[in-house]
């Protein structure tokens, strides 16, 4: 049976005693017929209609300790998830490992990325950013050949880069916050 919640079952089998079919309830819904035939059956052979025990692993932390792994993070956001590992008990005082705090985190809708490392753009800047590409629009190649186009980017195939990774909700947040200052350099058109 698929996983629907348990208000959502109650809501199915309150329609089913209204005298609707299954087939309207699955519309409505939106789940499969065959979910509500069997929730149906469920109730009738078993009494009841919530889930039974499953097989599978304990999770090897609590709630409480997962909103604390969450809470560590978003205070500091450049702590790696292997950091905050070794600093956290489980269940029973056991250890836990980096991944478990990468799903922790990652279910909490937070991603690894890099830090946005550079001056915020205002209003002003961007549009004299516009100016800029505007005014050289029409330069032919005799023009651009005295300009020099630098990308910094790094390609890291077989090893780490050493970068630091901060874990973060959204691209958004990149906008509203720099995590240091850029000062000279070359300016890039």
Known sequence: MSRISE???HRALGLLQAGLPISEVSLRMNVNRTTIFRLRQRLREMDTVSDRPRSGRLRCTTQRQDRNLVRNHVKN???SPSASSCQ????NSQR???NTVRRRLSTSGRRSRRPYIGPILAHR??????????EHAAWDGIQWRS????DESRFCIDHADGRVRV???????TKQIALGNTTGGVQHL
């Open 7 to 9: 208000v959502d079952r």
């Open 77 to 79: 956001r450049d702590r």
């Open 88 to 91: 956290t008990r489980g269940r």
């Open 96 to 98: 836990i490992g980096a």
């Open 125 to 134: 800047h961007r549009h004299q950013r516009t100016l800029c590409a505007q």
């Open 147 to 150: 300009v020099v186009f630098s």
């Open 167 to 173: 874990w973060r909700r959204s691209v958004k947040d």
